[in-house]
């Protein structure tokens, strides 16, 4: 049931409408990964009781499925709507499959082997920006296989900021050196201030209690 | 903490060095150098206690595939040693066995931006263990300490690439060494093809010497006289598929793609009883030279 038609005067040019849904014509998405049954069941309510449903569902037309909103949608079915505002966009399957990679990728790490995730990774094939999103999904799977093994905290380190210094002679680089309380060397190319201990620690190593 | 399964150190004409076999020895742990019989004499003056020596049958030598036509006109490299070992390994009633090349230095462990190395060899057993979580990883080892950047973010491990110089390898399978060069890309990319996975280690990690810096080993018998190419036009030709040859800085390589890889998804084996969290298996950082190191050097 479409009540009114946004098509050009919107940014987002693959929202072609908005509108009222019948819960009865929706289709779910076979690409989204259920979690309805592992949600504890007063947690929708108890969470979004105070909302009230205004927050529209995600409907592709091409296809009818729900692209975003299943959450609005079970509370609006637990609460006996019958109709859920919601926002029409028009996507073929490979798009639609993307937004809901780029929208809910919980959704498809809880369900990584699922068929949501082998249709992306297909389609990353041909697309950076759904790549780079794969890569970073990636990332965060390996880590989640690392439970129960030793400590890995490994993030990029990056310098707040970085000045060059001259010096006109070793004595004033060694007074430099001197004044900061670090060691410099001709082989020095950069330090940090203060002192940090990364990279490669020859006066550490790890020992272990059952040796 | 030692590791569960065996090792194996294939070694030729580098029994002055002896870098992996010497830096286990520190770490304390118990592992087996594969020499050949003409060698066993120099070997047997130079190692340390945590090393016994294994002679290469040269059947192994004999029923090798160089995978190339030139016979026994050449060295056919480590290949026949390591399919020694992992005979032996199973004769031994292993389900996995560690190969490892006679070239690295040092070991690391890499957490919290730190590279620091390892004292001793609970390591090995924490990959071993991480390993056997899954029923389809049939090969890993730790990553080149000169690919880590440690300022750069990264993952513990990286699923489906090349294993290369220290390997973990599950025995049950059918496959077996071969080549003359790049074994272990050809072994990799053998084992990915079928849809097995592999795992390399960024949490653990080796520092070897060039290869062609020491002498011994293969430097003698391949580069010195032939450069890179045939090295890598050998792993080209038996994986076109995914590998190509690139000049770089004047010398020839191969590039190979394992895209196709990364889809050979990790399959936990079932009731596997994983705690969540972190389990650093006893491991502590202390300084080198400080009160706890040198008690716990004195110990060993």
Not at chain 1, 105 to 126: C, K, N, Y
Not at chain 2, 21 to 37: D, K, Q, W, Y
Not at chain 2, 100 to 129: C, H, I, K, P, Q
Request: glycine residues 6%; aromatic residues 10%.
């Amino acid at each position: 049931m479409l009540t009114s038609t946004l098509a050009d005067s919107n940014s987002l040019d693959r929202v072609i409408t908005e509108g009222e849904e019948t819960l009865d014509d929706l289709l779910a998405n076979p690409y989204n990964y259920d979690l309805f049954s592992r949600r504890p069941p007063d947690l929708l309510s108890n969470v979004l009781e105070g909302w009230g449903w205004r927050q529209r569902v995600i409907v592709n037309r091409q296809s009818g499925h729900i692209i975003d909103g299943c959450t609005y949608l079970e509370g609006a079915i637990a609460s006996d709507e019958k109709v859920i505002s919601a926002i029409y966009v028009d996507l073929d399957d490979a798009e639609e499959c993307a937004l809901i990679g780029a929208l809910d990728w919980l959704r498809i790490m809880v369900g990584r082997d699922g068929p949501t995730l082998a249709f992306l990774r297909q389609a990353g094939e041909s697309n950076e920006p759904l790549k780079g999103l794969l890569d970073a999904l990636d990332a965060i799977d390996l880590s989640m296989e690392w439970q129960g093994m030793p400590e890995f905290t490994q993030d990029k380190i990056n310098a707040w900021g970085a000045i060059r210094v001259n010096f006109l002679s070793a004595t004033d680089r060694d007074g430099f050196a001197a004044l900061i309380g670090q060691t410099i060397t001709d082989q020095t190319h950069s330090i940090w201030y203060p002192k940090r201990e990364i990279d490669h620690c020859t006066l550490n190593c790890y020992v272990s209690d059952e040796s | 903490m030692n590791p569960n399964f065996p090792i194996y150190i294939p070694s030729k004409g580098r029994w002055s060095t002896l870098l992996t076999s010497h830096r286990l020895h520190a770490m304390g742990v118990p592992h087996f150098i594969i020499v050949e019989e003409q060698e066993i004499h120099w070997y047997e003056a130079a190692k340390d206690n945590s090393a016994t020596l294994l002679v290469l049958d040269r059947r192994y030598q004999q029923e090798y595939d160089p995978c190339d036509e030139l016979g026994d006109s050449k060295s056919k490299g480590p290949g026949p040693a390591r399919n020694f070992a992992w005979d032996h390994s199973l004769a031994g009633g292993h389900s996995w066995h560690w190969v490892m090349d006679d070239n690295t230095r040092w070991f690391y462990r890499l957490n919290r931006n730190r590279l620091a190395s390892l004292a001793d060899g609970t390591a090995f057993r924490v990959m071993e263990e991480f390993c056997q979580r899954y029923e389809n990883v049939v090969m890993a080892g730790p990553n080149y300490l000169t690919f880590i950047r440690a300022r750069e973010r990264c993952a513990p491990f990286v699923a489906n690439t090349r294993i290369y110089s220290c390997n973990l390898i599950r025995n049950d399978l059918p496959y077996r060494w071969r080549g003359r060069y790049n074994e272990d890309t050809d072994l990799s990319l053998r084992m990915l093809k079928d849809g097995w996975c592999t795992i390399q280690f960024n949490a653990f990690l080796q520092d070897k010497e060039t290869t062609q810096r020491i002498p011994g080993g293969n430097t003698k018998e391949f580069y010195e006289a032939e450069g890179t190419l045939p090295k890598s036009q050998m792993i080209v030709d038996l994986h076109p598929d995914v590998a190509r040859l690139v000049e770089r800085w004047g010398r020839w390589h191969h590039y190979v793609d394992y895209g196709p890889f990364r889809y050979n998804r990790l399959r936990r084996k079932k009731h596997m009883d994983i705690k969540a969290g972190v389990d650093n298996y006893g491991m502590r950082l202390v300084t080198v030279g400080g009160k706890e190191a040198d008690e716990y050097l004195t110990s060993l």
